[in-house]
């Protein structure tokens, strides 16, 4: 074989290569990239309604965009139903509205307020005039608030594709995932026509190809994060503070059976407080094991060295010392 044919070859071949195709795999993946690999047979997108998957098995794609949403909303209960509800995907596009932006539209939204409340007023319509009242004071409220830079506005666009492998389960499963949502007013709405668009939109490719956007203020923005409930700590441990949504006190549990390590982070400002629930937690987490070795001194126990703990800076802010008998199986290394 002369060098140009073998060359040539070989450009042939590194072109049919995939990236991540390492060479002596090469062959065992008989010239096939790993998109090839992963892909379907083919998607079929001429129905209008729902897309067809076809491969060894196959399955049935609809795809859904949040038409409307309530006016209140309780967190983290506003989209948990469709986080949580089977085999679905749910995207959620969030853009920042800049602030002159969102101040000329509350302008705008304020006026057209105003001018229908004095309409309604006009034609003695109370429950329209106070309603439009109302809501206009929520939006010279929100106003101020963006003014102030205690608040801002987002755009957020909500997908969701939900999957089954026969055309009657997925419609089943399309009314059930329609009336689970309505119980927290939370409408959604099949992309019709638009299923291949709302398809791509809902692959982690970044790209929102239809479009329907909703607005949300900052405290409502956290309200769409995939939380599943709103009460955290454990049923016993160390009081860390008040969930102030519900008013149940938080206790957590370094050592609790659900937690897969010991280790927390605490993150806060400069002069939060961390240092100071840092020992706490430290003091009111030892003291079980301190009264335990009340008398392991004088039954020979040996005594493990204090753990000292410090700043960024390097310096020692508190000290706590730490007794381990033989009964306890969690170690905990000094510090240093």
Not at 88 to 101: A, D, G, K, M
Not at 145 to 162: C, D, M, Q
Not at 323 to 332: A, E, M, N, R
């Amino acid at each position: 074989m002369s060098k140009k044919s073998k060359k040539q070859q070989e450009e042939f071949l590194q072109g049919r290569k995939n990236d991540y195709t390492k060479p002596e795999e090469f062959k065992i993946l008989r010239k096939k990239t790993i998109k090839e690999l992963i892909a379907p047979s083919g998607i079929d997108t001429t129905n209008i309604d729902h897309l067809e998957i076809i491969s060894n098995v196959t399955r049935y794609a609809r795809s859904f965009f949040v038409s409307s949403l309530p006016r209140m909303c309780t967190f983290p209960e506003l989209f948990r139903d469709m986080y949580l509800f089977g085999d679905i995907n749910t995207s959620i596009y969030i853009n920042p509205i800049q602030e002159s932006r969102s101040q000329n539209e509350l302008n705008r939204v304020i006026n057209e307020l105003e001018t229908e409340r004095i309409v309604a007023a006009d034609r003695g319509n109370i429950n329209r005039e106070s309603t439009l009242g109302q809501k206009r004071y929520e939006a010279e409220q929100l106003r101020d608030e963006i003014a102030a830079g205690y608040n801002k506005l987002y755009e957020a666009s909500i997908v969701a594709t939900l999957f089954a492998y026969s055309l009657d389960d997925l419609n089943r499963y399309t009314k059930l995932l329609s009336t689970e949502m309505s119980k927290s007013l939370v409408n959604i709405k099949s992309a019709w026509a638009m299923q291949e668009d709302a398809f791509k939109s809902n692959l982690p490719l970044m790209d929102d190809k239809i479009k329907r956007v909703h607005t949300f203020d900052r405290r409502s923005m956290g309200t769409v994060f995939p939380f599943t409930t709103s009460e955290v700590g454990h049923p016993s441990g160390i009081p860390l503070g008040i969930n102030k949504q519900t008013g149940v006190p938080i206790l957590f549990d370094n050592f609790h059976n659900s937690l897969t390590n010991y280790n927390m982070v605490i993150f806060a400002k400069s002069g939060a407080g961390k240092s100071v629930t840092i020992l706490s937690k430290t003091s009111s987490t030892f003291k079980p094991v301190l009264a335990e070795m009340q008398g392991a001194s004088s039954a020979g126990i040996p005594i493990i060295s204090s753990i000292s703990f410090f700043t960024s800076s390097g310096l020692a802010f508190g000290k706590s010392t730490l007794f381990i008998t033989g009964k306890i199986s969690k170690l905990l290394s000094n510090a240093k």
